[in-house]
């Protein structure tokens, strides 16, 4: 499986502090079936300062440690930018790592806060669409408006978003109003893939097959396999090439 939204970099977001975590994250990973994560730490002008430029440098003593102890995790990076008018800056200044691309389009993980769908955010979806980037929205099965009114997606399906949904809210483990959003939009047919969004072992593990499991339920063990395969894949092949 290829898990396409993860922080498994120590102590560059709210991830993982120490090296040692991000092992344990890795070798966890790769226990559950993962064996490509593309690491998307926070890009978050004022909270998390991360660019490609310091994500590239941390990924690579990452890899580093990952051969030191033979776990055979293979690391592709990327960034989850939050939504936001510094955002674009950085999209516009190539701070911003593409996660890959879709079709003809560039992809990048955005992510909107978990209280609100922001009144900008047409226009920001239009301005990357513009610029021949499609947004992959992280989690929207999380954000509040959704979770009030699932049509407040819809306008962001209609603009040509791509969604990402969490393995976890699937499986239960953000409770029983995410998991019944996650359901209704993977019964949408609007998910592109599913992702751990890992943040440490404890609350939020890299556990993307349990995301795959309970998805088959829903949708079929196909179509939950090109959710954690297949379709992640198609993104991301372009950095492993
Ligand atoms: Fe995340």
Redesign the pocket.
């Known amino acids: 499986m290829i898990d396409i939204?993860c922080?498994l970099l120590a102590g560059i977001d709210d991830g993982p502090s120490s090296m040692d975590e991000s092992l344990a994250l890795a070798q966890y990973a790769v226990e559950r079936g993962v064996t490509h994560s593309v690491v998307?730490p926070h890009i978050h002008p004022g909270r998390w300062s991360n660019e490609a430029l310091t994500i590239r440098s941390s990924v690579d003593t990452f890899k580093k440690a990952l051969a030191d102890k033979n776990i055979p995790l293979i690391v592709g990076m990327s960034g989850?930018l939050r939504v936001g008018l510094d955002a674009l800056q950085m999209v516009a200044n190539h701070q911003v790592p593409f996660l890959g691309k879709w079709g003809s389009n560039y992809v990048i993980l955005i992510?909107m806060p978990h209280s609100h769908i922001p009144t900008g955010m047409p226009q920001m979806v239009q301005w990357l669409m513009q610029r021949n980037i499609r947004p992959l929205i992280?989690h929207p099965e999380r954000n509040k408006d959704i979770l009030r009114n699932l049509e407040k997606i819809q306008p962001l399906v209609d603009s040509g978003c791509l969604f990402q949904v969490t393995a976890g809210s699937i499986a239960g483990r953000f409770g029983s109003t995410a998991r019944d959003r996650a359901v209704q939009i993977l019964e949408m047919g609007i998910v592109t893939v599913l992702a751990t969004?890992a943040h440490n072992l404890k609350r939020r593990p890299p556990s993307l097959d349990e995301g795959r499991d309970a998805a088959a339920v829903i949708v079929g063990a196909e179509m939950a396999n090109r959710l954690v395969v297949d379709n992640p894949w198609k993104i991301v092949s372009c950095q492993f090439e």
């Open positions: 939204h922080h998307t989850e992510e992280a969004d």
